[in-house]
């Protein structure tokens, strides 16, 4: 009987070559060279993810046979008798898909066809236009249009509502401030703006940021359905997916929900009862690779789309995860893109390529990326106090961001 490969180490490589602070999980094997990578950015905690892989997973994964991906998953998740969580999540989906990189350069197979292979050869991506003003937002998109791009997202003043009219309480403190009601108005002028500027071909979408009350997330949803939205997303928080049910039941635009949820019970009710049209999990956010296709099945079962979260607060090995995923998934959608820097590109190399709005995949084994790790310590991550994520609201009250 051959002898198992199994975990000799497990590293956590912290670095910042843009704006967001990345976590890559490294882990090495008894087998000289192989190593896989994988993504565990929860960028504004990334420092308890990096002490959850060193302190807790790493002791507990050493000398396990790496081909055991779904045993392994399922017993991290158990093992802390509490489970779920970000921080917890994260840690997990950095071995996981390290494992699953690791499990392709055995095979010498892409991970996309250890899934099962390829659905299609590219993936379709969105990127986001945004801009102060309506006219900005429309040579945005134009701008993007020519460059192959064929969906888009479109935001006034990134979340909008930021030009805050209403008189705060006297003694207020500082923080990101919006308004409700300004988001409202000045986005529906935009996207009428943007919808007549550009024809009906265009794939239009837009991000809620859960800046919406309940009651005015259902006229919202209303409101927009004349813009023919290839999908309005995040209209509620997690904390309010009881009201879906509402905005199922009083408009037809097509909803995408999901890139903060941690626990399956989450996207599994909504994809059960079919109250959304896209799941868009942050994949290392659910623990990687090996739920992120179940959740894919589950979804292609219920004739609901993917279109993972693909922000600039993914490493670009959680990119590569993405697209390994959006390759083979019956159920793939549409992928959102940030479109990686100069730096990003050097910094890993094999990171996936643009061409004409599509994303596709190197054919190496594995997850086709690896880190110049030489490179990513001279960009170590800077720690500052997050302030985009203080939102308030014009009275001052802390709102979700
Ligand atoms: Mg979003």
Redesign the pocket.
Known sequence: MATATTIEDVQVILTQPGGSRLAVVKVLTSEPGLHGLGCATFTQRIHAVAAAVEHHLKPFLIGRDVSRIEEIWQMSMVHGYWRNGPVLNNAISGVDQALWDIKGKQASMPVYDLLGGKCREGANLYVHADGPTPEDVTNRVQEFLDEGYRYIRIQQGLYGGKANSVPRPEGSPEGAYFDPKAYRRDTLAMMEHVRSAVGPDVELLH?V?ERLAPADAVLFAQDVEQFRLFFL??LLAPEDLAWFERVRSQSSTPLAMG?LFNHPLEWRTLIERRLVDFI?MHVSQMGGITPARKAADMAHGHGIRTAW?G?GDTSPVGHAANLHLDLWSPAFGVQEWYRPSELEYEMFPGLPEVRNGYLYANAQPGLGIDLDEKLARLHPVQDVVEKWTQARLPDGSPARP
Do not use: S
């Open positions: 991000d940021h997303e995040d890139e868009r979260h922000p």
